[in-house]
């Protein structure tokens, strides 16, 4: 608990200088750091893991710190990874608030400091609570970066559940660890969602004044975009610079990617991400038509039916993916022909990112004009038909950015992946998490080249995705 309020505190401050370039500053360029800001929290968490453990090991980058496998490299680790959940919930507030209140307060004689606290932050307060809280929950669940960056040495609930069934295979204490999990997440969520804010897009008038860019404006950017960039490179760029030293000579080699198709436990890595790629595939797909129904439900119905169905859909938020996935492993324990079918993984996979498609459709759906649909209802169209020619035209973007936030998350699933993987069907995330436990410079080279194949699938689908979200109809931040 305490390490994810410390990670939380911690993400927030690093967190509001990147809202506010995203939010009040226009600059060439924007567009890419944005990407490079959501990188991040897309990656796979295991990945993140052993980005900073290398660069906290000895001999890494900022291995003379002496962080390696302590609290505060998992907190820097958590801060990393969810800094962009702030710059985006927090961001999209600030780009609504007026300007004009900050400029009086400043005409008055009040100094930068003094206008900031008193006409802009108040507006503020309600993004950073309601970023903070779902960073909270992001932090209090984590598993791949406390398993990875932790070593051996730090024990989570989500950890300490994982050892439980794997190191003594104990049932009992890691469904008791589960469910106090469980309790602190439904309490994380709750909270989450009494502090969410809807992001109000602002006026052009607004807009217009928000990002004039005046003498200071430049300087901070000036200062502030090179600086954001290599913070968010740099565990990154560790990272290949690690895969390409196989052994403590320091000579640049490719040994490490030449391992990719050798054998490793039984287990080729080439092998596990094609796996990773086509489980991905099949749990985005189901994550789409799930998710997609599901929003249209929500967006169709009206009061308390609406908000059952949107509290029904969001379950999987209430627990981890750690205990989703252990759930299953008990529940499957008596029914062998299906724990043992490859359909189980993906279908698991796409229950962690349901709530995603969801939060992307939901608002394109409310976008789409009812008299439009009521037309084509009264000249004969089916309900089908309907959709179809209505209200696939308008949100036909945000599917394609629903259905790529869903491929990337479950490409990188790590925590219920731990427990349903089997070896013929063993997904890069999972061995990565594998191999980077093991010791030795040239497996820790091979994890690196691992996550580097990773990063790059991950890079791309978000390229992707935010061309097609800056022009996406009824968009909303997450």
């Known amino acids: 608990m305490w390490q994810a309020a410390a990670s939380t505190l911690l993400t927030v401050v690093l967190g509001l200088p990147l809202a506010w370039l995203t939010a009040r500053a226009r600059f060439r360029g924007q567009w890419v750091l944005r990407v490079l800001a959501t990188v991040p929290f897309v990656l796979p968490t295991v990945v993140v893991g ?86 909270f929950l992001f932090c209090a669940t984590s598993f791949g970066i406390v398993l990875v960056v932790g070593g051996s040495r730090l024990r989570t609930l989500e950890t300490a559940v994982y050892q439980e069934v794997v190191g003594v295979f104990d049932l009992r204490t890691a469904a008791l660890l589960a469910l106090v999990q469980i309790v602190v997440v439904v309490l994380a969520v709750s909270v989450s969602g009494a502090l969410r804010v809807r992001v109000s897009r602002p006026s052009s008038a607004a807009a217009t004044q928000a990002r004039r860019a005046g003498p200071g404006t430049r300087i901070a950017v000036l200062a502030g975009v090179p600086v954001a960039v290599v913070l968010l490179l ?18 640049l080699s490719t040994a490490a990617y030449q391992r990719l198709t050798a054998d490793f436990g039984g287990v080729v890595p080439a092998k ?26 929500i967006a169709r119905s009206r009061g308390v039916l609406s908000r ?40 698991v996979q796409a229950l962690v990112a349901v709530p995603l498609v969801v939060r992307v459709l939901v608002p394109a759906l409310a976008a789409v004009d009812p008299r439009q649909r009521q037309a084509a209802a009264v000249l004969g169209a089916s309900p089908v038909r309907v959709f179809a020619s209505v209200d696939l035209p308008v949100i036909g973007r945000s599917v394609a950015v629903a259905a790529g936030f869903a491929y990337v998350v479950t ?27 093991r010791p030795g410079w040239e497996d820790a080279a091979l994890a690196a080249a691992c996550s580097v194949l990773l990063i790059a699938a991950t890079v791309v689908v978000i390229g992707v995705v935010e061309a097609l979200r800056r022009d996406e109809p009824g968009r909303a931040e997450f």
């Open 50 to 135: 052993v980005a900073f453990r290398t660069l906290f090991a000895p001999g890494g980058g900022l291995g003379f710190l002496g962080l390696s496998e302590t609290v505060w490299a998992v907190l820097i680790a958590h801060a990393y990874f969810n800094v962009s959940v702030v710059a985006r919930i927090v961001g999209g507030v600030w780009a609504g608030v007026d300007p004009r209140a900050e400029q009086a307060a400043r005409t008055l004689g009040a100094g930068p400091a003094r206008a900031f606290l008193t006409a802009t932050a108040p507006a503020l307060l309600p993004a950073i609570a309601s970023a903070a809280s779902v960073v």
């Open 234 to 251: 740099f565990p990154l760029g560790a990272l290949v610079l690690r895969s390409l030293h196989p052994d403590p000579s320091g000579a």
């Open 272 to 297: 596990a991400l094609v796996m990773s790629l086509v489980t991905a595939a099949q749990a985005g797909a189901i994550a789409l038509v799930v998710g997609a129904l599901a929003a249209v439900a």
């Open 308 to 347: 059952f169905a949107d509290a029904v859909v969001m379950l999987p938020l209430g627990v981890s993916a750690v205990t989703l996935g252990f759930g299953y492993l008990v529940a499957l324990q008596s029914l062998p022909t299906i724990r043992e079918s490859p359909a189980v993984l993906p279908f």
């Open 411 to 437: 490409l990188g699933e790590f925590g219920a992946a731990s427990f349903l993987v089997r070896p013929v069907q063993m997904t890069l995330p999972v061995l990565i998490g594998r191999i980077s436990a």
